[in-house]
T-cell receptor, first 112, second 113 residues
Framework: RKEVEQDPGPFNVPEGATVAFNCTYS??????FFWYRQDCRKEPKLLMS???SGNEDGRFTAQLNRASQYISLLIRDSKLSDSATYLC?????????????FGAGTRLFVKA | ETGVTQTPRHLVMGMTNKKSLKCEQH?????MYWYKQSAKKPLELMFV???????ENNSVPSRFSPECPNSSHLFLHLHTLQPEDSALYLC????????????FGPGTRLTVT
């Protein structure tokens, strides 16, 4: 089983739709969590950090459920420009420091 | 954006060549990272440097050799690579290296022939 798992999708949604992604992690010692987006043939870009209290940035809401070991990303009022791959990232203590584990990503296509 | 730069952007090399990838960060961060991204696979963390000390080596073959001469620069020296090493190599930096937000460079797309 992978340490960080995401539904690969693709999610095909119309403009204006609300879409939600989940990401599960298996190591209970995981300490920090992020969502990144990656456009085709580009580098990942930080979308938002994920806090235990949940956080919102415009149309994007991220939540962390430590008991069930998953994080979520909700996108409201989808735009064409939201089409990308969304990467879940988990950090935990590794052999000599923090270890970063990326999920395989969830593809989102927003269509007009 | 010029926060994290990488050169070259594209590289084709033979299996007997030696080449180096360069990364430079202009963000004043103390930690730098090398990742490998192969087609249809998640990003794989290769190396982590914090304050110029290697703190993570993720079981990477010795044909990849990192070097961090100072907190702004990171190199990945390549020698006797295999075709399966063809991938996008991404450099990132973060403020502390303690599980904080990482900022990526544009990557070097490497093809090994």
């Amino acid at each position: 089983r992978k340490e960080v798992e995401q539904d690969p999708g693709p999610f095909n949604v119309p403009e204006g739709a609300t879409v939600a992604f989940n990401c599960t992690y298996s190591n209970s010692a995981s300490q920090s969590f992020f969502w990144y987006r990656q456009d085709c043939r580009k580098e990942p870009k930080l979308l938002m950090s994920v806090y235990s209290s949940g956080n919102e940035d415009g149309r994007f809401t991220a939540q962390l459920n430590r008991a069930s070991q998953y994080i979520s990303l909700l996108i409201r009022d989808s735009k064409l420009s939201d089409s990308a791959t969304y990467l879940c990232v988990v950090n935990r203590v590794g052999s000599g420091g923090f270890k970063t584990i990326f999920g395989a990503g969830t593809r989102l296509f927003v269509k007009a | 954006e010029t926060g994290v730069t990488q050169t070259p952007r594209h590289l084709v090399m033979g299996m007997t060549n030696k080449k180096s990838l360069k990364c430079e960060q202009h963000l004043g961060h103390n930690a730098m990272y090398w990742y490998k991204q192969s087609a249809k696979k998640p990003l794989e963390l290769m190396f982590v440097y914090s304050l110029e000390e290697r703190v993570e080596n993720n079981s990477v073959p010795s044909r990849f050799s990192p070097e961090c001469p100072n907190s702004s620069h990171l190199f990945l020296h390549l020698h006797t690579l295999q075709p399966e090493d063809s991938a996008l190599y991404l450099c990132a930096s973060s403020q502390t290296g303690l599980g904080d937000e990482q900022y990526f460079g544009p990557g070097t797309r490497l093809t090994v022939t």
